[in-house]
């Protein structure tokens, strides 16, 4: 009996996580906006660990009047390492001056290792108490804040990204 009983148990952790996947691949992965639509950006955080240093008017002003992106990433999160060569490339060519990385509740040693693995160039700043992420209502890794030329969050979207994605997320805002 108690080996029927720990199989059924093991049945069911694994039906459960099988569950949990799949809902986050059909609901965590969507761009959501109506929690945060329009209200305005919190401050970034002030502590600078890559790339040219950045503030939220840095950002703005980068972006020349279009819509820019606030990317929270951590050296522990497993999506994040799979978004982060597609941020590179963005970097580089359509979010050039229009993006900055926010390494969220981490290691600075980690996410220092993170930032050299992946050969970011990008501004990267950290939030080391997590408490910039909680101002933006960040509930997962990763987590993209698409922001209007105003500094308005208009868009937040979870999960890892792609170069096409996060070109459409800010074609989708400049519409707007």
Known sequence: MGRRLRALGITAAIFAAV???????VFGLKSSSSAVSGRPA????????GGAPATLSSLLAGA?????LVIFWASWCGPC???????ER???????????????SDALSGARSFIRRYGWTFPLLRDGEGLVGNSYSMTDLPTTFV???KGRIRAALRGPQSVSSL??????V???
């Open 19 to 25: 569950a949990a996947v799949a809902a986050l691949a």
């Open 42 to 49: 919190p401050a970034l955080p002030r502590e600078h660990i």
């Open 64 to 68: 020349s009047g279009r819509a820019s």
């Open 81 to 87: 390492a799979q978004e982060a060569p597609a941020l």
């Open 90 to 104: 963005f970097s580089q060519g359509a979010g050039r001056g229009r993006m900055v990385g926010v390494d969220w």
């Open 147 to 149: 922001l209007d030329s």
């Open 167 to 172: 070109e459409a997320a800010l074609v989708k």
């Open 174 to 176: 400049e519409r707007t």
